[in-house]
């Protein structure tokens, strides 16, 4: 199971890369699963399963997300 992450833009999907990147958290750009619907085409798969850690640092630093959702991918 994996967390992913959703976008409405790509520019808010190369956000969430680079935030990614800048604080260390490991994942990557993938093309949006069936799951998570349309979008800007891009989703974001995080490496690490703490969801709840994720989504803590996401809503403090006002990172933008269509759908943040586990999925067994």
């Not at 798969?45 to 067994?72: G, T």
């Amino acid at each position: 199971m994996k967390l992913v992450a959703g976008f409405e833009t790509t520019n808010e999907a190369l956000f969430m890369k680079n935030f990614c990147e800048n604080k260390k958290i490991k994942g990557e750009l993938i093309p949006v699963p069936e799951q998570i619907g349309a979008g800007c085409g891009l989703a974001f798969r995080f490496e690490n399963e703490n969801f709840e850690k994720i989504k803590k640092i996401l809503d403090k630093d006002h990172v933008s997300y269509k759908i943040l959702k586990v999925l067994p991918i």
